[in-house]
Nanobody
Framework: QVQLVESGGGSVQVGESLRLACAVS????????MAWFRQAPGKEREGVAS???????IYARFAQGRFSISRDAAQNTVYLEMNSLKPEDTAMYYC???????????????????WGQGTQVTVSS
């Protein structure tokens, strides 16, 4: 069965870094578009970054220059490296998979059919 399992979340202080991981079972991530979303309490889920089958990377404006998405095909795991973290980065971070290979832009959640359970990231000032 397809499973996406996030890990790496935690509590950090402003300016610190965190690396999230999404381990996938059931399909090869190199053939799909993988993405990270985040959702803070009372707010809508928003896209953070995506990487598709061509390794094209897309970032939300708030993530550009600070976050980096990557994948390890051998481990079938996608990562999100977050640097210079800010309090507004505090949210539940979700890993998602799109059934198609390409992501030409930061797609909305409805385009992704597989989701992980989320991992909490808390940034304190």
């Amino acid at each position: 069965q397809v499973q996406l399992v996030e890990s790496g979340g935690g509590s950090v202080q402003v300016g610190e870094s965190l690396r999230l991981a999404c381990a996938v079972s059931g399909f090869a991530i190199r053939t799909k578009c993988m993405a990270w979303f985040r959702q803070a309490p009372g707010k809508e889920r928003e896209g953070v970054a995506s990487i598709d089958s061509t390794t094209t990377r897309i970032y939300a404006r708030f993530a550009q220059g600070r976050f980096s998405i990557s994948r390890d095909a051998a481990q079938n795991t996608v990562y999100l490296e977050m640097n210079s973290l800010k309090p507004e980065d505090t949210a539940m971070y979700y890993c998602a998979a799109r059934p198609f290979g390409n992501c030409a832009k930061m797609e909305t959640p409805e385009y992704f059919n597989y989701w992980g359970q989320g991992t909490q990231v808390t940034v304190s000032s």
